[in-house]
């Protein structure tokens, strides 16, 4: 079975710029989740999607960052105009269902702004 | 602030000894807790995780013990070997079973020596 597929691996750009990571979760998962991971730290939930509802955004950045998941499976997440400071790695998670057991990651995109 | 937090930022040991790592929590509300491994470049993958309602679940050479009393959580790895290497983040959860709500520690990186 595959596991979260999330693309593209590496990502560099200059600021101010558009960029976007894509997510496709485990097949049957509802609840999809896209973190943010800086060097050295624990991932930070950004979003959690119930099927293609938003539950919690509260710490997603809605001034540059915004996210979608439209049909209820796979998922964008867009940062316009991009700052220095957002460089990082953007994991994307997914589980059966909210509450129902361990959350399974992707591998991440790893976003450079220079 | 609340917030999940490490005693060590890292960790090292020789193969086959045994590893403990530590973690504290704040937040007394806590109900659920899980451990992950997370290697160079990789999104983080579960280990195990424990409720509040228990102190001590046992795994695959890994146990996590719970202190409630002085809001403490550790792993250890029995028998450490050289795939065990990596950064390893407790995380809770502080809204009772939701895992969009999990907020993770800076982790602890573990090296092993042959």
């Known amino acids: 079975e595959a596991g979260v597929v999330q693309s593209p691996r590496y990502k560099i750009i200059e600021k101010k710029q558009p960029v976007a990571f894509w997510c496709n979760p485990i097949?049957?998962?509802?609840?999809l989740y896209w973190y943010l991971q800086n060097l050295g730290q624990g991932p930070e939930l950004l979003i959690r999607?119930?099927?293609?509802?938003?539950?919690?955004d509260s710490q997603l950045p809605k001034d540059r960052f915004s996210a979608e998941r439209l049909k209820g499976v796979d998922s964008t997440l867009k940062i316009q105009p991009a700052e220095l400071g957002d460089s990082a790695v953007y994991l994307c998670?997914?589980?059966?269902?909210?509450?129902?057991?361990?959350?399974?990651f992707g591998e991440g995109s790893r976003l450079t702004v220079l | 602030g609340e917030s999940v937090g490490l005693h060590l930022p890292t960790l090292s040991v020789q193969e086959g000894d045994n590893s403990i790592i530590n973690c504290a929590y704040s937040?007394?509300?806590?109900?659920?807790f899980i451990w992950y491994k997370q290697e160079s470049g990789k999104g983080p993958q579960f280990i195990i995780d424990?409720?509040?309602?228990?102190d001590k679940r046992q795994g695959q050479r890994v146990t996590v013990l719970l202190n409630k009393t002085v809001k403490h959580l550790s792993l250890q790895i029995a028998a450490t070997q050289p795939g065990d290497s990596a950064v390893y983040f407790c995380?809770?959860?502080?809204?009772?079973?939701?895992?969009?709500?999990?907020?993770f520690g800076k982790g602890t990186k573990l090296s092993v020596k042959p």
């Open positions: 998670a997914s589980s059966l269902s909210q509450g129902a057991g361990e959350l399974f």
């Open positions: 097949s049957g998962h509802n609840t």
């Open positions: 999607y119930e099927n293609e509802e938003a539950v919690d």
């Open positions: 937040n007394s509300a806590s109900d659920y």
């Open positions: 424990i409720r509040s309602n228990m």
């Open positions: 995380a809770e959860n502080r809204y009772g079973g939701s895992q969009g709500n999990l907020i």
